[in-house]
C-alpha cells in the first residue's frame, strides 16, 4: 500500500530507509525513524483498535505516552509477544509484526461491537452491581457460569504471552549530582546550565531523540538561531560534556523517597538484533542528589458527543504526526479548540497544503496573536462553538455543530483534531509526595512546594511560553547544580523570537452535554467512561473523586487517566455544583506508563529467583534418585525411593529398616549457633526456658526459646563443650530468627553480659546415624571415646575424631532411637557420610529422607515448631512445661506465662489421635468438632497439626492441637470432612517406645 | 528505598542492608516479676505509632550488624538523627520536634 498522506518534511523520519511492517496481517511501509503510528496514518488506517468495553471502533488519538486507544500488540517470535503497546511510542523497524487487540474475529468487523447496543447494560458500576448480581440457582452458578465468563471475553485489552521470555534484562543502582527528567526546552536548557558547573548530570527523555516540542517547533527563533539548529547544538554541546549522560528510550517511571527514581531503559529491535548480547531493557535506580522535573504536559481532549470516532485527534498530535514525521492526518480538517495552541496546527497543516474547513472555537472570543495569524492566512474561524454530532462510525466524515456566526451547520472532514488546553505532567512531582496547588487563573493543578530536593521547570509547571520554559529550565539547572555543591556561573537564557504566548483552555463537559443520558461523550477512552457515567456514579451516592474513579473505572488502564482525569474531576465537580479545587484530585502512582515484569524482575527469574541451599552430601543423595523437598531455601532429600518403590512403600521401608537395624540421614541443614564467652550459660539461661548454668561439659540438653509473650519459639538440641563454649542448634529455618533474637537481647537488652555468637550452620555437615545398631556403625569411624552407654550415654557430646578428621559426636536422637549425630567439618561431610553409609550399608540400614524422620518423631511426640505450634502455643500446652527451670528468677518470656490467658483451662493441648478405621489417615489441618455434624457456626475444638500412616504401628496416627485435650483422653472426637465425619480417639501424644527405653539402649 | 546513615560505620547505606526492629527506647523491665500483668501487656504490645517524630529500632544486618536507633518523621519518611544503642535521644529542637 503507498502512503498515501505521506507529505514533504519530517525530520524525524530517513526517507532513505525505508522499511516494511504488518498490521493484523497486512503488509504496509514507512520509514525508519516513523513510529508505528505514524506509519499508519502515513497509510491512511485510521481504525486501530477496539474499545475496553463497548468494542468501539477507535483510532490514534495522540503522538505519544498518553495514548488511550492505539494499543497493540507486537510479536517478535516466540515468548517475545509484548501486548498493549501504545502504538504511538513503537519505533517502526523492518519487519514489525503488530497486531490489534479486543476485537473478535477482526477488526473492521467485532461481533463485540453488539455491547456498543447494549451499552446501557455496561453503565457506570457495572463490575459492581455485576458481582452482586442476582445468584440465579445459588452456589454462585451465575456468577461462575454466566457473568464472569462473558465480562472476561467482552472487556479486557491485549492478551498475555504464553512462553517464558527469552530475553535478557539488568538492572543496575546509579547515582548522579544532578537527574533531570524529560529532554525538551525546559530539561535541555537545565542540561546545559547544570553541566556548565561540572555536576554528574543525567537527563533522560522517554522519546527515542532529545527535544520534546523543539522537535515540532517551526516559527521560533532561539538565539538567533531556529529551532532546530538550537537543538542540535544543544545536543552536540551535551555529547561533549563528560559529566553529562543523556538516556533517550528511558522512562522515569517511579519518584521514591531520598530522591530515589526508578528508570526503565528499552532497546531498540535492530540494536538488538544487532548485538544479541544486549538486554531488552534496564532498569536503572537512580539516587540522585537533585532533581529537576521537566516533563512537560498533555494536550486534554474536548469531551463532545462521539469524540471517541477513529479521526478524532488531539491538535497538536496532528501538527507533530506533520513537522515531525511528514504525515498529514487527513485532507479535509475541522479544527475545535478551547486554545490558541490549536491555530498553529490549523496553520501548519495549512501549510502543508491540508484543507482546514473551519476553525470552531468553543470560547466566546478569540483575540490572541495566533488566532490573528489564522485568520490572517484566511482560516476560516468561528467563535461560541458547540458540537453537537460526529457523522461516520468507523472514520470521521463529518461533523454538526452551531457557532457564531452562522449557527447550525455541518461540516464533512475526514479529520476532526480537538485541543482543550494543556494538562502539566505533575505524575512525578506529586509520587515525590509533593502537593498540588489549583491554579484558577490556568484552571490546571501546578506543583506545590516541593517536598523532596527537587524543581519542576517548564510546562510541568504550568510554564507554557517557550522563552519562559527556557529561562526556568536554565535557572533550575544551576540552582540544581548549586544545591549539589557545585558552583555556578549566571548564564543567561537564551532569548526567543517567534514564540506567540497561546492561552485558552476549558474542563470538562460543556452544557448541552452534561445531564443527557443518551449521549456518548466519552471521557475517558481507554475505560470507556462517558459523562453520564459520572453523573450516574454520583447521582447513585459517589462522592469523593477516589470513590467515582472506582465506581466508574474512570483514570485506570494503561494509560492511568493522563487523557482523562482532569475532565473527569471537572465533571464531577459541575455535578455537584462544587469548585474543582474541592473535589481534590486521585493519587498518581507509579508506574508513570507501564513497566514490563522483565524490567522489575531483571536477572532474578529461574535459578537466579532465589539462592538454593544443599548440604554437601546433596550429590549423594540426588545420585541415588533421592527425591528432595524444599524446607526454607534447602534443598532436602525426601525419600529414596527403590525400584517399583512409590513415596509410601519408601517411606515405610525407611522407617522399618532404621527401628529395625539403623538409618543414615543427613542433618546439615539444621542451624546451628555457636555461644562463647564468659557469660554464654548465663545468656543461654536467660534467652531459653531450661536451665544450663549447672549443665556439666559434655552434656547436651533440649532447650526450649519463647519470645516475649511466652510463646513457643523454637527448639534444639544445646551441647555445652566447655564451660564458655555452647554449640546451639535450631530449627532448620529458624536459624536466622533466632540468632537475630539472640543479638538484639545481647546488643539492646543484656549488654552486661560477655558473650560473642557466630553462626556455623554452614560450617557444620551432619550425619544422623539412628538405630539399634547406630553404635556398631559409628564405632569402627570414631577414635579415642568409649561409646559405651555408659560412657557415653544418651544426651552427650563430645569433640573427637572421625574418620581421621576433628568431630563433634553427639548422642542425641529424633527418632526415638540408640542415635548419634556427627558434626564435621562441611569440606569433610561428603567423605565421612559415605564412610558412615559403608558401615550402615554392613548392618543392613538405609539411608532415610525427611518424611521418613517425620514420621518418626511423631511417632514418637516429639513437635515440629512450626507445624505443631502456630505462635500461639506455649510449653504447658505441648505439654513440655517440665522443661522450664524452675529455680530461674527471669528468663525470656517467662513472665507472660503467668498472665491470665496463659493459665486458661480450654487452652488448646497437644493430644495424639486415633482414627477409628486405622487405614484413615486425617488431613494436617482439619478441624476438630466434639459432634460429627456440628450446627453450621460452632466453632472447633481445635485442629490436626500432624498426620501420617506409622509403619512401626500399622496404623494411622496424628497429633494435634485440641481445646483442653488432656481432659479429654480416650474421648471420641471428629474430624468433619466434605466425604463424611472422621471419628478418632484422644490419645496421649506418644505412640511408640512411651517409656523412652529405646533411647538409652 | 531510603538511605540509613549507620552511625557505626559512619556512612549512608542503602536500607536493603537494614533490618527494621520496632520502637526505640522500650526498654524491658529490669524485674518481670515485679509489674503487674497490665504494665507488662503495656511493655509487650503498645507502642506510640505517632504521625510524626518516632524513635526506632534498624540493625545494619549485611554490615556491621549492630542494632542502632533512628529518629524517623512518619509522616514524610524522613530519617532526622541516628544514635548508637544506649545512647539518650537527640533533642531535635522545634523542627523536628513536631
Redesign the interface.
Known sequence: MTQAFRVAGGAAVDRDRPVSFTFDGVAYGGYEGDTLASALLANGVRLVGRSYKYHRPRGIVSAGAEEPNALVGVERGSGRFTPNLRATQVELYDGLVATSQNRWPSLAFDVGAINDVFSPLYGAGFYYKTFMGPDLFGKNWAWKTLYEPVVRLAAGLGTAPTEPDPDRYVRYFDHCDVLIVGAGPAGLAAALAASESGADVVVCDENSAPGGSLRAETRARISGKSAGEWLEEAIAALGEAPNVRLMMRTQAFGYYAQNFVALSERITEPDLMTDPDLPRERLWQMRAREVVLATGAIERPLVFADNDRPGIMLADAARRYLIEYGVKVGERIVVVTAHDSAYRAALDLKDAGAGVELIADLREDAPGSLPEAARAAGLRVATKAAIHEVLGRRRVTGVRLAARPFGMRTFACDALLMSGGWTPSVHLFSQSRGNLVFDEGLQAFRPGAPVQRERSAGACNATFGLAEALAEGNTSGRKAAAAAGFSVREARAPGVEGAPPAFGGTLGAPAHVRGDRRLKAFVDYQNDVCVKDIELALQEGMRSIEQVKRYTTTGMGTDQGKLSNLNALAVAAAAQHKPMPEMGHTTFRPPYTPVTFGALAGPARGDLFDPIRRTPMHDWASDRGGAFEDVGSWKRAWYFPREGESMRDAVARECRTTRASVGLFDASTLGKIEVVGRDAAIFLERMYANAFRRLEPGRCRYGLMLNEAGFVMDDGVVARLAPDCFHVTTTTGGAPRVLAHMEDYLQTEFTDLRVWLTSTTEQWAVIAVQGPKARQAIAPLVEGIDLSNEAFPHMNARDARICGVPARLMRVSFTGELGYEINVGSAHGLDVWEAAWREVERHGGCPYGTEAMHVMRAEKGYVIVGQDTDGTVTLADLGLDRAIGKTKKDFVGKRSLSRPDMLRGDRKQLVGLLTEDPNVVLEEGAQITASAAPAVGSPALGHVTSSYRSPTLGRSIALALVAAGRSRMDAKLFAPMSDGAVAATVTAPVFYDKDGARLDA | ???IPCPYCGMER?ELEF?Y?GEAHV???P???A?D?AA??EY?HFRSNPKGVLAE?W?H?SGC???FNCLRDTA???ILAVYR??EPRPDLGGEGGR
Do not use: E, N, Q, V
Open positions: 528505598m531510603l538511605l542503602p533490618r526492629g526498654a524491658r523491665p524485674d518481670p516479676a509489674i500483668d507488662w501487656a509487650l529500632r540493625r544486618i550488624g549492630r542494632f514524610g519518611d524522613k544503642a544506649g
